[in-house]
């Protein structure tokens, strides 16, 4: 019998010109077309990562259980319950922890065996996008089920992924801190519409400011803890680790990070440009974006266009936490060459993006966010077809 094709794990079409498939289950925004976007990515435009097909669900059967060893009344809500209670909507970016993995050098630096090249997703400047969600507030839904004194908490999927210790729903285990945060959301909106499939539906957690590997979709079960619970198997890849590292760290804060709304590698014509971008931070609001031009005036060789090289950007409206900022700068009688673009963000809390080589290396590649170059080139109109 010929094999079995493999299972798609979005639902969604996912068309070239709005999406860079990054492999199955992984669909990167294409930030090409980002400037046809106002504050919000359209549902069917945001990025997916899932790791595992969206498991079939009726909801009207369907439960968010809530237990523990930290809970007095353990119950289950049902969907409707969910929506009941008192609601909240935010806006907010939702950052993969793995955006920009593609830019940390594939195997380690250092030149020890120990650390293996950097593997999975190779997700460039896409795996990023904003949107208002509407959901819960977790507090108000523990509170509701008798919250005791508790340590953390583990959120569990109702997927089924496949790892090397067999069958496992995917899950992530929080400080109860973070878990009672006024913005900490079990959302079942996005943008004013019911959670789409390949989002999570019907109810996924947010966490604002944390990369959106904590956002659990196809929330099923909440198990809250008197006493510390240990990462689940999915955290284990999650931490920074590497020679810089005597000691992993759990990836939570999403760093400061911007991007130019283009497509790679694209061609432009000459003359007068108005380029545009987005910058966000998992820390708080963006303050202030600087832009460098480089042209190749050799094989390997770059001046920088502006001096001094860096310049700021104009800042389209005001900043605000944990959602990104669109900005703008001008740039006068760009000639026919081929460049390169970096965005340097700096947020309110004091955080810079560095420059590509201060970036440090780690085993998962996590968190990167130096100001990688996005290279254009500007073609004589005269030889354009």
């Known amino acids: 019998m010929p094999p079995k094709p493999p299972i798609n794990y979005v639902v969604q079409p996912t068309p070239s010109d709005y999406f860079i498939s990054r492999g199955n289950g992984s669909e990167e925004m294409n930030f090409g077309a980002v400037k ?41 809500f ?6 009941a209670l008192p609601s909240v909507t935010l806006r907010r970016v ?69 790892t090397t210790a067999g069958k496992l729903p995917y899950s992530q285990v929080i400080a109860i801190d973070k878990v009672l945060a006024d913005d900490t959301l079990l959302a079942y909106e996005m943008a004013g519409e019911p959670m789409p499939i390949d989002h999570g539906f019907p109810l996924r957690a947010i966490f604002s400011g944390w990369g959106g590997n904590s956002a659990v979709k196809w929330l099923g079960r909440i198990e809250v803890s008197k006493d510390p619970l240990p990462l689940s198997h999915f955290q284990r890849n999650q931490v920074l680790a590497g020679p810089d590292y005597p000691e992993e760290i ?19 014509f000459p003359g007068d440009q108005t380029l545009h971008g987005r910058a966000w931070s998992g820390a708080g609001a963006i303050q202030q974006v600087e832009v460098c031009i480089e042209r190749e005036m050799a094989p390997g060789r770059w001046m920088t266009v502006w001096d001094p090289a860096w310049r700021a950007a104009k800042l389209l409206h005001e900043a605000e936490p944990m959602m990104w900022v669109r900005f703008e700068i001008g740039w006068k009688n760009a000639e026919p060459g081929h460049y390169r673009l970096m965005t340097r963000a700096t947020d309110e809390a004091g955080r810079i993006q560095p420059p590509p080589e201060e970036m440090v290396w780690n085993q998962h590649g996590l968190g990167y966010n130096g100001h990688a170059p996005l290279e254009l080139s500007i073609s004589p109109m005269s030889n354009m077809p």
């Open 36 to 76: 046809e976007y106002g504050d919000f990515v359209p549902n069917d435009r945001m990025y997916i990562h899932s790791r595992a097909a969206a498991p079939k669900l009726d909801v009207a059967a369907w439960r968010l259980h809530v237990g523990g060893s930290a809970v007095a009344e353990p119950r289950s």
């Open 94 to 162: 939702l950052d993969c922890g793995v955006n920009c993995r593609a830019f940390f050098p594939k195997v380690s630096p250092y030149g020890s065996l120990k650390w293996l090249p950097v593997g999975w997703t190779q997700w460039h400047f896409g795996a990023v996008g904003a949107t208002e969600w509407t959901g819960v507030r977790v507090k108000d839904v523990l509170d509701a089920a008798g919250l005791e004194q508790a340590a953390n908490a583990e959120f569990i999927s109702l997927d089924s992924i496949t």
């Open 78 to 83: 049902t969907y409707d319950e969910l929506l």
């Open 250 to 268: 759990l990836a939570t804060v999403g760093p400061v990070r911007s991007a130019l709304e283009l497509a790679e590698n694209i061609t432009i």
